[in-house]
Each structure stands twice: as C-alpha cells, then as structure tokens.
C-alpha cells in the first residue's frame, strides 16, 4: 500500500528531525521547511498529502500558511503541531482549513492519530484544548467575530513580519510592495480598530489569535 505523502515545517531544526524519527516509519516524508515562505514553495512543488506544521514560523505563520495552502489545494489535509495550548488559536486554525490541532508535548501520543483522521476526512483537537469554550468559538450561530480584525491575506503578511520587528522597508521588499503600500495596510488596521500605535496593533492580533507571538 502506497504510504501518504507527508511535508513538515517548523523553524527549528531539531523538531523537525524528531518528527522525522516519529513518522518515518509509516509514512513517506518529501521534504522539510523551517518558513511559512518555504512550505507554500515547496508544496507547491512536492504535492504532500498531509502537511504538517507548527504554527510560529518566520516570514508566514502557520495559521496564514494554511489558509493559503487550502486556497492553493483543497484536497491537501493540514495538521497544525504547536505549543499553544490555546482554544483561540485552535478556532483560527480550524478556520484557516487545518484538519487536526495537536500540542508539541503531546506529539509521540496524538501526531500518527490526528494525521490518520485527517486522512479520513476527521478534524482531530487535542483533549488538552478542546473544552466548551472551544465548541463555543467553533460554533458559528454563537461567536462575535465583530471584536476581532477581518484582515486579508496581504493585511496578515504585513501584520505578521511587523510583529517579528520588521520595519516597512523590510516589509515592502520581503512583500515586493512599496514601503508606502506597508504603511497603507498598517494605518488601515489601525483606524479599524481604532488604536494609536503599531504595538497596540501587534498586541491585538497576539492576543485574538489573528497572529502568532
């Protein structure tokens, strides 16, 4: 039986052997990234089954990753492997088109088990996180998305690389926008939420799970 096709991302070298070790045996792994940048290029290339991805990465989190890899491909299943155990950033990634949610320190127990329910078509959260506040966030009739910010996906670039200390220049060449094009984006945000300065932004994105910390 052919074994599903599995890319993993995450920043730090040593996770990524250890899931390497973890998942060699079942599955056939094409290939690691350490960016959100570098997974949509190589998915694109490499045409994973399942993608496997922490979501605090440089360049493009791996919330934003998703959404985008969904967009590009619907069939790709994406499990997110993160240290937050949180049910706000567990509904972002939901959101996003994830399958599965699983804690780092749970890994070696849930990783193979939320990868085979995504395969069948499952969304698996890990215990840790799912409570009733978590089906509450998960029900569309009962969450207030109003609170939050509604960001497009270039909105979520720039507040994302602003948020890892970028200045608009960096920014606009990273993006292959102009600076002013950066500045635009962020004095939109800004005026939407009405705050004052750029890290009363950041803050507000961190804290409602629109961006990783």
Same mark, same amino acid.
């Given at each position: ?33 350490? =960016? ?24 493009? =989190?791996?919330?934003?990753?998703? /959404?985008? *890899?969904?967009?590009?491909?619907? *069939? ?7 240290? +937050? ?6 509904? /972002? ?11 780092? +320190?749970? $890994? ?5 088990? $939320?990868?085979?329910? $995504? *395969? ?9 996180? /799912? =409570? ?14 109003? !609170?939050? *910010? ?16 970028? !200045? ?11 600076? /002013? ?16 300065? !750029? ?15």
């Amino acid at each position: 039986m052919k074994k599903p096709r599995i890319l993993l991302a995450d920043d730090h070298r040593i996770v990524l052997e250890g899931l390497r070790s973890l998942l060699e045996p079942d599955y056939h792994l094409v290939g690691m990234a350490t =960016n959100g940048r570098e997974l949509l290029e190589l998915a694109a290339t490499l045409r994973p089954d399942v993608v496997v991805a922490d979501i605090s990465m440089p360049l493009l =989190n791996g919330i934003d990753a998703t /959404r985008q *890899l969904r967009e590009r491909d619907e *069939l790709v299943k994406i499990v997110v492997l993160t240290m +937050h155990p949180d049910a706000v950033y567990a509904t /972002r990634a939901i959101e996003a088109g994830a399958s599965a949610y699983v804690l780092k +320190h749970a $890994a070696s127990d849930e990783l193979v088990t $939320a990868i085979e329910a $995504a *395969l069948r078509g499952e969304t698996f959260i890990s215990p840790e996180v /799912r =409570n009733p506040a978590m089906d509450e966030l998960l029900d569309p009739m009962r969450r207030h998305t109003k !609170s939050t *910010l509604e960001l497009t996906p270039r909105q979520r670039e720039v507040l994302q690389l602003l948020a890892e200390g970028k !200045s608009a220049k960096e920014i606009g060449a990273l993006l292959e926008i102009s600076p /002013r094009t950066v500045e635009t984006h962020k004095y939109k945000m800004m005026d939407d939420l009405g705050v004052k300065t !750029s890290a009363q932004l950041v803050q507000h994105a961190i804290k409602h799970g629109l961006i990783s910390a």
